[in-house]
């Protein structure tokens, strides 16, 4: 670890000789520039940013405060961003701010507790000193704490928070209604009815070929956005969450103790259900061996060939938002299926912000860079980070928002909306703002209120209206109490768990894929007591262990 530490400060001290820790050598710029207080700001590269100087959000930051915006260009790889912040860190030449989403939680406690970032809920406590954060509606201020707030209680950073009902829950299932239709089956509601769906449909041939090609159930069991349709079914059982990595840990009913769903009796439930689906020959073990490729492929062969799938993205099918895919035509939405005990979730982790901004220990004007990233919390400047500048890129004018819709409006969830885009700023190279670097508050009301001239809404277009259906479906389908995530373990916590979140959620996703298939018997108590014990011997205990004593420090 010496030899470590020793080769970093190394590393530092001949980058900052060679002049790369700031332009025009290293160190702090000055602190007044042209009568103006200097603010010098290190921001992540963005391509689609012409200009950070000369740029609309800079001038109207810089003109709201009466400073001088300074910025110092971090790599624009993730990888290569962290190693630059370690340097910099290491070596204490640092700039009054550092924005950028690509810092681990642990890196922000490492730095936070060193002294490298000042902690600022003495600013965040009064609407004195933080009167836009004081804006923010109750609920989703106290989220917003919750998640910025770092084990040892301190806050090192803002967040930007954005939350939107589609990536809150997108392991959405879609169901091949043009064959239901033709075989003359209503749609199906629970497990019981999908099942013998399914059979009708592995036996009567709906795509009309004369071969039995038709897949019952396929996806993408380690899919990185809503590919699992095992997850998707498991929660007709018990409430259950996987991300790409593994399983993850859940709350009981009364939303105190942290528990593993995947130990359940109703988990095993669900196992025994997916087999029994595998043994009707409507499951496909492809599920389990697909990459995205052969996901897709699946997705889009010619004939259609997939009853039930589940995705986050319409993009899995080509087009499919320009309503120009055959296969993604025959397909509707369907709200999760009722299990034997009337179970009916949908997966669902929570909002989780990014984590974006630090004011550094190096700051002249602790204060100054404190009140000039907070205004970036107010709803105007929130919106032009996102969107550009008004006017121009977007528009509250009632006249403009009175023509446009979107779903959420025209199913009557939201009564208008709040915001137009009025030209495509994000998708092209401009000098409007910082491509949505920095902190940022959008309610999730703001967030589904949103229109735009450039792609007009069209409510009979199925791909168009899937927002609302989503919303309807599946926002609301979970349990009262949601685990936060993540979850803000300390740097004992984080080490000791490292090693058995690995091989437990490995453990989990093996054992899900041989019990549904058959390899390991999911009837056999032997079997499954075993699948138990060896979860507790892989560490188990030790993960919700310090998951709890995490969760308790939030509560």
Request: net charge neutral; charged share 20%; hydrophobic share 35%.
């Amino acid at each position: 670890m010496k030899r470590f530490k020793k080769s970093i400060l190394l590393i530092s001290c001949l980058l900052i000789a060679a002049g790369t820790a700031f332009a025009g050598g290293g160190g702090q710029k000055s602190t007044t520039g042209g009568g103006k207080p200097v603010l010098t700001i290190g921001i992540e590269s963005n391509a689609f940013v012409t200009d950070y100087k000369n740029n609309y959000l800079t001038k109207y930051l810089e003109e709201l405060h009466g400073i001088d915006i300074q910025f110092y260009m971090l790599p624009e790889n993730p990888t290569e961003i962290r190693t630059k912040v370690a340097l910099m860190v290491s070596s204490g030449d640092l700039p009054d701010i550092i924005i950028t989403d690509d810092l681990t939680q642990e890196a922000i406690f490492d730095y936070g507790s060193k002294g490298a970032f000042i902690p600022l809920e003495k600013y965040l406590s009064s609407a004195s000193t933080a009167p836009n954060f004081f804006k923010i509606p109750t609920e989703d201020r106290a989220s917003y704490l919750k998640f910025v707030t770092s084990a040892d209680g301190h806050v090192y950073h803002f967040a930007r928070y954005e939350p939107e009902t589609w990536n809150l829950t997108p392991n959405r299932q879609y169901i091949n209604k043009a064959w239901l239709d033709k075989l003359g089956i209503k749609e199906p509601t629970t497990t019981t009815e999908l099942r013998a769906a399914l059979i009708a449909i592995r036996d009567r041939d709906p795509n009309g070929n004369g071969r039995k090609d038709e897949i019952g159930i396929t996806g993408w069991f380690r899919g990185t956005y809503g590919e699992n349709p095992i997850m998707a079914l498991i929660n007709s059982f018990v409430f259950y969450n996987q991300s790409s990595s593994g399983p993850q840990l859940t709350l009981d009913a009364a939303g105190q103790k942290v528990i593993a769903p995947f130990t359940d009796p109703n988990f095993r439930k669900a196992l025994q259900y997916l087999n029994t689906l595998y043994k009707d020959g409507v499951l496909s073990a492809s599920t389990f061996t697909n990459d995205q490729q052969a996901y897709r492929a699946e997705l889009n062969n010619n004939p259609p060939i997939v009853a039930l799938t589940t995705a986050g993205s319409l993009s899995n099918w080509p087009n499919a938002s320009l309503d120009n895919n055959a296969n993604f035509a025959e397909l509707r939405m369907i709200a999760p299926f009722k299990g034997p005990d009337g179970v009916a979730y949908s997966s669902y982790t929570g909002f989780v912000p990014n984590s974006t901004t630090f004011i550094t220990s190096k700051s002249k004007n602790p204060d100054l860079a404190f009140k000039v990233m907070e205004s970036m919390l107010d709803n105007t400047i929130s919106i032009i980070q996102r969107f550009g500048e008004e006017g121009v890129d977007w528009t509250r004018d009632p006249a403009i928002l009175a023509k446009e819709s979107n779903a959420y409006v025209s199913m009557g969830i939201y009564p208008s909306l709040s915001i137009v885009e009025t030209s495509d700023v994000w998708n092209a190279p401009s000098n409007k703002f910082w491509k949505n670097q920095g902190p940022r508050y959008a309610s999730m009301q703001q967030g589904n209120t949103r229109g735009s001239t450039q792609a007009p809404f069209v409510p009979t277009s199925y791909a168009a209206m899937v927002n609302g259906y989503n919303y309807n479906f599946n926002l609301e389908a979970h349990p009262k109490f949601i685990i936060p995530n993540p979850l803000k373990y300390t740097a004992s916590e984080a080490e000791k768990i490292a090693e058995p979140v690995i091989n437990v959620s490995e453990y989990v996703l093996q054992s899900i894929a041989e019990f549904t298939i058959g390899q390991r018997d999911i009837n056999n108590d032997a079997q499954w007591n075993s699948y138990l014990q060896n979860l507790n011997s892989q560490g188990l205990p030790v993960w919700i262990s310090a998951a709890q004593a995490a969760y308790d420090r939030v509560k």
